[in-house]
């Protein structure tokens, strides 16, 4: 027998020896509540929920209510379905022996009323599965805005919500004001991330690459105990310094002026600026204020009936100034226009014969050219 074989048969009958040495026990391993496990018996209270869905939901529900009695019942609860007033309720019975599977059968409803399909809500009642109701509707003021960021959770023929259920191990579903999401304690928390992240106008896809570096980098045993954080990708706004700033908008500026130049307009000099105020230490005179105005023009001292009749005749006179104004604009329509008449023939003859007396006859044209070519 070799040396190793003698040690493992130490420690076999060290265990025997020892039966509270728990080494081989998972400590994480959730074992699933049995009845047997209730040793209290039945519950003393009844607890009970109720919630509302809308009306597009009662059709379906009426036709899969059978279903969800039947999943309940194994369960030891009891379910009501109420068309009147448009609710679901949940209870305990005198069967149930599991505290908690009240509040997984009030998850249930909740997702039946919000759209989940009867065969995926079903999933909730395991110990392993939780859920998450978003509420996006009031995260985006504008209309328009909101079914945007909406439709980018989706994204192209769902590719988007695709990848992120592929990638969180979710189940997903994006209806009306709400995204209702189910699966692991850990995957809620990065799909609420996400969907959150998107109405704040930040991309789904950046979470979604750094959700697959992780799962790769989760494959490798040497990254375990070390830091991942210079292999994940920094998407932050990078700031312009002043200075690329200032380049930013010397090329605006430059491409304007050439536009301008090109255009056959005038060019403004961006170099120009307005001319600085000379300094002074001293500062303004202070305005009067209002009362020492009416103390300078006498209306302080007036009663309150002589300041109301002045203050109707100011408006009534500045009234009758716009009257007239609006009439004079109105009476502009019906001025006519200046005409210039034709000329008659004794006039069109007077001038004829005034141009032919201004002109130089043909002889003194001639004269003139001869005594400019002599002085050239």
């Known amino acids: 027998m070799s040396d190793q074989e003698v040690v493992v048969n130490k420690n076999k009958a060290h265990r025997k020896d020892k039966p509270w040495d728990t080494d081989d026990i998972d400590q994480w391993k959730i074992d699933p509540f049995k009845a047997e496990d209730n040793k209290a018996g039945a519950f003393t209270e009844e607890s009970s929920f109720a919630t509302l869905f809308p009306k597009y939901r009662e059709k379906y529900l009426r036709e899969v209510w059978s279903a969800v009695t039947r999943a309940l019942d194994n369960h030891g609860i009891a379910c009501t379905l109420d ?47 939780a859920c998450d109701i978003i509420k996006i509707g009031n995260l985006v ?25 592929l990638l969180t191990q979710c189940y997903v579903l ?23 992240d998107c109405m704040k106008n930040i991309h789904p896809i950046y979470r979604i ?16 105990n070390e830091s991942w954080d210079r292999f994940l990708p920094q998407f932050r706004k990078r700031h312009l310094k002043t200075s690329e700033k200032t380049s930013k908008k010397n090329e605006l500026l430059a491409a304007k002026t050439e536009a301008r130049a090109a255009a056959g307009l005038p060019t403004q000099a961006s170099s120009s600026k307005p001319a600085k105020k000379v300094y002074t230490p001293f500062p303004p005179a202070q305005q009067p204020r209002k009362v020492d105005l009416q103390l300078e023009s006498g209306e302080y001292f ?12 100011r408006r009534k006179k500045k009234q009758e100034e716009t009257t007239e104004q609006k009439r004079a604009q109105r009476a502009e329509a ?43």
């Open 83 to 129: 068309l009147v007033h448009g609710s679901m309720a949940v209870r305990t019975t005198r069967k149930t022996y599991d505290p908690y599977i009240v509040l997984k059968a009030r998850d249930l409803i909740k997702l039946l009323a919000r759209g989940v399909a009867i065969n995926q809500a079903v999933k909730i009642l395991d110990d392993e599965t």
């Open 141 to 165: 003021r504008n209309k328009e805005r909101f079914v945007k960021r909406r439709q980018r959770i989706i994204g192209p023929d769902g590719s988007t919500l695709k990848a992120i259920e």
């Open 174 to 196: 994006v209806q009306g004001n709400t995204v209702s999401v189910m699966g692991p304690y850990k995957s809620l928390k990065e799909v609420r991330r996400i969907v959150l």
């Open 209 to 224: 690459k750094e959700l697959m570096i992780r799962r790769e980098l989760a494959k490798d045993p040497k990254l375990a």
């Open 302 to 313: 007036l009663k309150n009936s002589e300041k109301e009749a002045k203050e109707a005749e």
């Open 334 to 376: 019906f001025v006519a226009p200046a005409e210039t008449a034709a000329p008659s023939v004794q006039e069109k003859r007077k001038r004829k014969a005034a141009a032919e007396e201004d002109a130089p006859t043909e002889g003194e044209s001639k004269k003139k050219k001869k005594k400019k070519e002599k002085s050239a």
